[in-house]
């Protein structure tokens, strides 16, 4: 055999691995079976088989204001780092690789996208790069993100890693509820913020895509604390029972109007929005009990907000609700929000309001186009406008269709 060949069992020759597929490999046969501790050591030795040092591994914190680095052997030790201003920020923002020279080489930040969300960023320093170093780390880049997303599931190390401050019990409740907050696919797009979120509580929202149709809903529970946390847990627990069982808009009203009237009785209730999409056509359907009229964003501004026919919130037995409908054109966002993000007052006392929403909004798309970068500057901004006042649950969720093609 000449040099590198191995003799395969079936007689032939097996291709020498190439550097690239070594690393990738040893990703692929070790990662999957690794305590979560162990990942972030193991990437940082395959990396720096290319060549890599002072390899970092942020992940956003729960506020989405920092990137905070994974602890772990061989991986770099350090500050946490800010979304807003940060090198690493800005590959995470605009979900792209972002290269900075150095005296001694050129820093590397690369944004880690797990089944279409964004988890964080890798950075890695290197003497130098080219594009097959860029490939290979961009493949690197996006196993690590799905392996961090498989294994969060099991380990509290990387929610640790991501609080910046103490969390409510109630709040618990909800992150452990939610799906990813941001989702990406050629047709549809979506990201949500809620807030306060390390003390949220009655607020949750949750989506499937299941083949063409994005489900959608967002629920907000009367009260505060974790009876809000509970009402919210139940509401979300039917929406996802009735969309699973693939009945209509109207049914998945009634399901989770019964769960909320069964368990909690006739002086409690849950406000809540349903929307189905169907991704190929881009008709948006909805039925509203009782939160605010979503907001239609088309050419990175307000042109209408989405009134219609509404329906007693879920657990006061409303009747069968009307569906409304509209069909999208491709680029067009669709803005649901929970009441707490307009019915705050501003530091001079005067409550904050739909229109204010509206400019603020218009301001948020004109300056950053990319749905996660509008809904997370848009849900700081509007803090800020409010004085840095949250008294109640404010969470926003932006979808976004691209259209069919």
Request: net charge negative.
């Amino acid at each position: 055999m000449t040099g590198g060949e191995r003799q395969g069992s079936g007689g032939g020759t097996d291709r020498p691995e190439g550097l690239g597929e070594e690393l990738l490999g040893a990703l692929l046969d070790q990662g999957p079976e690794l305590p979560a501790h162990l990942l972030g050591p193991l990437v940082a030795r395959q990396v720096g088989r290319l060549g890599g040092r002072e390899i970092s591994i942020f992940l956003q914190d729960y506020g989405q204001v920092w990137l905070v680095p994974l602890p772990g052997d061989g991986l770099a030790a350090g500050d946490p780092q800010p979304i807003e201003g940060s090198d690493a920020g800005r590959a995470f923002q605009e979900a792209r690789r972002v290269e900075v020279p150095q005296a001694d080489g050129v820093r590397v930040y690369l944004p880690l996208r797990g089944g279409g969300d964004q988890t964080g960023v890798m950075a890695v320093t290197l003497n130098g790069i080219h594009d097959a170093d860029r490939r290979l780390l961009r493949r690197i880049a996006a196993l690590v993100a799905d392996m961090l997303v498989a294994k969060h599931g099991y380990t509290d190390l990387f929610s640790q890693v991501r609080r910046r401050e103490p969390m409510s019990a109630a709040a618990e409740i909800q992150w452990s509820l939610l799906p990813p907050l941001a989702m990406s696919t050629p047709r549809v797009m979506l990201a949500g913020v809620l807030e306060p979120a390390y003390d949220v509580a009655g607020d949750s929202f949750d989506y499937a895509l299941n083949g063409d149709v994005l489900h959608v809903a967002m629920v907000d529970a009367m009260g505060h604390g974790l009876d809000a946390a509970t009402m919210a847990t139940v509401a979300i627990g039917a929406y996802r029972h009735a969309r699973r069982i693939d009945v209509g808009l109207s049914e998945i009203y009634a399901f989770m109007d019964r769960a909320i009237a069964e368990q909690f009785g006739p002086d409690h209730f849950v406000t809540a929005q349903m929307m189905r999409l169907d991704t190929m056509t881009g008709r948006v359907q909805w039925v509203n009990a009782g939160h605010p009229a979503p907001l239609l964003i088309r050419g990175h501004r307000v042109v209408r907000r989405l009134r219609g026919p509404t329906t007693l919130p879920v657990g006061f037995g409303g009747h069968e609700p009307r569906i409304n409908e509209l069909a999208l054109e491709p680029g067009d966002r669709i803005m649901c929000f929970t009441d707490g993000l307009i019915e705050e007052h501003a530091a001079e006392g005067e409550e904050f309001g739909e229109e204010q929403l509206i400019g603020w909004v218009d301001r948020a798309e004109r300056a950053a186009y990319e749905i996660r970068a509008v809904a997370r500057s848009l849900s700081h901004t509007l803090h800020r406008a409010r004085g840095g006042i949250t008294t109640d649950d404010a969470t926003l969720l932006l979808i976004e269709w691209r259209g069919a093609d």
